[in-house]
């Protein structure tokens, strides 16, 4: 496929996830909590994990109906993971995706509130497919609560912010970011598979997405560090270099320049071999490699 053909791809499916996430609070438009919130949703970003269901599910052929309302409750819930990572409690970041941070265009209640409701409106969205559809649903949202909670995103961002340079093993930073990080990024690759309704037969495909899932999380991440290690705050369009000020523990901090680099380029070749293993079993992947590409050559 050419740039110019993934690129009308993904302008496509991307204007289809935008299109549901803007009427999610249809009913609310005059609040101000909700106003906060799309504020939030609405303003810019790379619509990463939504894009990675949809093409997954388009790999293993699930209706794009069925995806999307997946596909959008993720991304609400990874808005209201940075609404409330960039507070004055948390990362106190006044920049997110080139504008004000919801709490500096709003005011700090407002923007807790604002993450508070994305987060369950995403639920209530996931529950009313569960009502109205197959057991697979169920168990596909049970996935995305699980990858959202304790044991994924939330309990890596609290392992998170107590994680310093200098009391921090380099197995806990792995484990540290394949939950605050990988877990959603999980979510988005296996939900496919588990509407799909074969996550318990195919284990073949089951493991290579895994894999791919694992590995492309963490190398998003090592990405990131990277960037906020040699890219500027205009580019990244949020605050760069205050980990490392704050003696944050980043896989630059931890590991050198150099060998971040190393295992960068260690962790895009895993994500790259599990593609291959899905196309040798006769996958047409074609659309998400073309998305890896995308985010491998990323620079914000």
């Known amino acids: 496929m050419t740039e110019d053909s993934f690129t009308e791809v993904r302008q496509v499916v991307t204007e289809k996830v935008n299109r549901f996430l803007q009427n999610v609070f249809n009913e609310y438009e005059t609040d101000l909590t909700a106003q906060a919130a799309l504020y939030s949703l609405l303003g810019g970003g790379k619509r990463l994990r939504p894009l990675l269901t949809m093409i997954i599910g388009e790999m293993l052929s699930v209706p794009e109906d069925i995806l999307i309302p997946f596909a959008g409750s993720i991304e609400m819930i990874h808005t209201y993971s940075l609404i409330h990572d960039d507070l004055p ?4 970041d006044s920049i997110r995706r080139g504008r004000a ?5 709003y005011d700090e209640a407002t923007a807790l509130l604002a ?4 987060l369950n409106r995403a639920y209530e969205i996931l ?11 169920g168990k596909a949202a049970s996935y995305i609560a699980r990858c959202s909670g304790i044991g994924g995103m939330i309990g890596g961002q609290s392992e998170d912010i107590h994680a310093m340079i200098h009391s921090i093993s380099p197995e806990s930073l792995y484990s540290l970011h394949k939950k605050k990080t990988g877990a959603l990024i999980s979510a988005s690759i296996l939900v496919p598979h588990i509407l799909k309704g074969e996550y318990s037969r195919s284990e073949e495909t089951r493991d290579f997405l895994f894999s ?3 590995h492309l999380g ?5 990405k990131d560090d990277l960037l906020d290690y040699s890219s500027t705050t205009s580019l990244m369009g949020k605050t760069v270099g205050k980990d490392e000020k704050a003696g944050k523990a980043t896989f630059v901090t931890v590991f050198g320049l150099q060998k971040a680099r190393s295992l960068y380029d260690m962790e895009m070749k895993a994500v790259y071999h599990a593609l291959n293993g899905l196309a040798r ?7 998400i490699t073309d998305l890896t590409d995308v985010i491998h050559e990323r620079e914000n």
């Open 115 to 118: 993450g508070d409701a994305l």
């Open 218 to 222: 963490l190398s998003f991440q090592i």
């Open 212 to 214: 791919f899932a694992e």
């Open 89 to 92: 409690c948390m990362d106190d």
């Open 101 to 105: 941070t919801c709490h500096v265009e």
């Open 127 to 137: 529950f009313e497919e569960c009502i109205s559809g197959s057991k697979e649903k």
């Open 281 to 287: 079993l006769g996958y047409n992947t074609v659309l």
